[in-house]
């Protein structure tokens, strides 16, 4: 499952918000594979989302006690 959380800050985006829902249609597994395949090395080491593998960003790692 994904999530896209979307500003709306005119009627024109909340109808281009309201479309993306009206036409949406699902990968087909082959579509999948073939897009994992190709951004597996882009995503392997998480060096373009920092924030999920920094500390900088987010410092549970130094305070597991937020996780109980």
Avoid: C
């Avoid at 918000?17 to 080491?45: C, G, H, W, Y």
Wanted: charged share 20%; hydrophobic share 40%; glycine share 2%.
């Amino acid at each position: 499952m994904s999530v896209t959380i979307t500003g709306i800050d005119s009627m024109a985006i909340l109808q281009q918000a309201l479309d993306v829902i009206d036409n949406f249609t699902p990968m087909t597994p082959q579509e999948r594979a073939e897009l994992l395949a190709r951004t597996s090395k882009a995503a392997k080491n998480g060096e373009s989302e920092l924030y999920k593998v920094s500390p900088h960003f987010d410092s549970t790692e130094l305070h597991p006690e937020w996780l109980a």
